[in-house]
């Protein structure tokens, strides 16, 4: 795992099932994409559409000058996100991809509100941290951008790459790289516990490292962003630290030792008589192929 570029997430998918990371990466197996049974947007297309919404608001603030840390988002700024998301939702609808009508407008108007409800976390956001938007889709090992490298404490070099959504500049000059996530929670551990969650959240080490060698920052901090209103729009997350950049490399160590030493156990978690699966299973694609004595 050290030849190529990787990304935090095909790495987290290790530490969370090593029998779903080899189904993915090793065997190169996947789900079949059926539109035509699409009962409603699936998580994965809602997510994706959220953050493109967010990054085109964000990107165009930018450009024309983003707003002070105590300015408020506008009326003209709440009717500019509906224009975003409704494009989006053509996409969506062009690609058939938003199943039954009914649901699709009850998933619309869930959507539209989500963004609206972002806005004003935003403005409290910007006032609370005195933070000041200053780059969207930060890249590295992407289109040309440089990797982010890392030396593992046994000499090893690891390359990443990948996109950071969001980086603010607070008032005393740290920069705040933040990470949005549409699901509901999580994260709340990662605060006072471990950074990284036994290797399966380590996204916010990655992009804080990206934030110091393609930015220059001295002082980094990196966070979840839940954009959803049954999370209340929480940023759990963490000043970059010595200490929890040593558990960062010491988690990639045993990573990459049990890529190499091709160790790919399962980890299927308790059973769940009620979904008549075990719990890290539920939403797992390859649930019904794998082994029944997992």
Not at 212 to 240: H, K, M
Not at 251 to 262: F, K, N, R
């Amino acid at each position: 795992p050290t030849e190529v570029p990787l990304s935090a997430t095909r790495l987290e998918a290790w530490a969370a099932c090593g029998f779903r990371y080899f189904l993915s990466y090793v065997l190169d197996v996947a789900d079949r994409d059926q539109p035509e049974r699409t009962i409603d947007l699936g998580p994965l297309d809602k997510g994706s559409g959220i953050h493109r919404v967010l990054e085109l608001f964000i990107a165009e603030a930018i450009d024309a000058g983003p707003p002070t840390p105590d300015e408020p988002w506008t009326d003209r700024h709440h009717r500019r996100i509906e224009e975003l998301a409704e494009a989006e939702f053509a996409d969506y609808e062009a690609r058939g991809r938003t199943g039954r009508p009914v649901h699709w407008q009850l998933t619309k108007a869930d959507i539209l509100a989500t963004l609206h409800e972002f806005l004003l976390a935003d403005d409290r956001h910007r006032a609370a941290n005195q933070a000041t938007p200053e780059r969207v889709e930060l890249p590295f090992g992407l289109g040309g951008a440089e990797p982010v490298r890392v030396t593992l404490p046994d000499g090893r070099p690891m390359t990443f790459r990948g996109l950071a959504d969001r980086v603010d500049r607070l008032a005393d000059g740290t920069l705040l790289v933040l990470d949005y996530k549409t699901s509901k929670g999580g994260y709340d551990d990662i605060e006072e516990g471990d950074p990284v969650a036994g290797g399966t959240t380590l996204q916010l080490g990655l992009y804080a490292e990206a934030a110091q060698q393609a930015l220059g920052a001295d002082r980094v901090a990196a966070r979840y962003w839940l954009v959803n209103t049954a999370a209340s729009f929480r940023s759990p997350g963490y000043d970059w630290t010595p200490e929890r950049r040593d558990r960062f490399l010491e988690v990639l160590t045993t990573i990459a030792d049990g890529i190499s030493d091709g160790l790919f156990a399962s980890v299927p978690g308790e059973w769940d008589g009620f979904r008549g699966t075990h719990t890290a299973c539920t939403y797992c694609d390859f649930d019904p192929v794998c082994p029944r004595d997992r």
